[in-house]
């Protein structure tokens, strides 16, 4: 069974442009969720979609958003970047999403110049 | 705000030791605690999770002990191996917030020497 994809591995952006970022779940996942992961911050969480719609949100300014597709397939985008988004983004999935394992892919790791 | 404190930041021990994970939280709403290990270059995976019912729970191991009443719960690492060298974090769950959402602690690496 394959595990999180998320593509790309690698981006490198300039401040003030924007980015997606793209996640495919494991299949029969319903729920993807997104975490930031910096050296300083450690992991925090960004928000969960379940079946299309945003259940929960971070602490994260409007500039980050995402949506999620009727074939569970996620995507964040972040608008207007900043040398401070420079973070692995990770993906997560889940079948419900409740008080359960979170299966997480290797992450997207964004460099903002 | 930080709602999980992890200690210690870093950690080395003999191959065979028995490291210890220390975490201590706040909120008397979270009510699932996992563990994951991280590796470089890869995504966090669970090792091992616990609710606030039970005080002590092991896999292989990998055990957490929890104390409800200190707020505060730990991983243990039976006969440390090479292998183990990772980034370990705990996290819990908020019963009152719908969905998945973990809290994080800030993460332990551990070395083990062999």
């Known amino acids: 069974k394959a595990g999180v994809t998320q593509t790309p591995r690698y981006l490198i952006k300039t401040r003030g442009q924007q980015v997606t970022l793209s996640c495919s779940p494991i299949s029969g996942h319903r729920s993807v969720s997104w975490y930031q992961q910096t050296p300083g911050q450690g992991l925090q969480f960004l928000f969960e979609y379940f079946s299309e719609t945003q259940r929960n949100k971070g602490n994260f300014p409007g500039r980050f958003s995402g949506r999620q597709f009727s074939n569970s397939r996620s995507e964040m985008n972040v608008s207007t970047l900043e040398l401070g988004d420079s973070a692995l983004y990770l993906c997560a999935s889940s079948w419900a999403g409740v008080r359960e394992k979170l299966f997480f892919g290797s992450g997207t790791q964004l460099s903002v110049l | 705000q930080q709602q999980v404190k992890q200690s210690p930041q870093s950690l080395i021990v003999q191959k065979g030791g028995i490291p210890i994970i220390n975490c201590a939280y706040e909120n008397t709403a979270f009510d699932y605690f996992p563990w994951y290990q991280q590796f470089p270059g890869k995504g966090p995976a669970l090792l091992i999770a616990i609710r606030p019912d039970v005080s002590e729970k092991k896999e292989g191991r990998f055990t957490i002990s929890f104390n409800k009443s200190a707020k505060q719960f730990s991983l243990h690492i039976m006969d440390s191996q090479p292998g183990d060298s990772a980034t370990y974090f705990c996290?819990?769950?908020?019963?009152?917030?719908?969905?998945?959402?973990?809290?994080f602690g800030k993460g332990t690496t551990l070395s083990v020497s062999s």
């Open positions: 996290a819990a769950s908020n019963r009152d917030q719908a969905g998945t959402a973990l809290i």
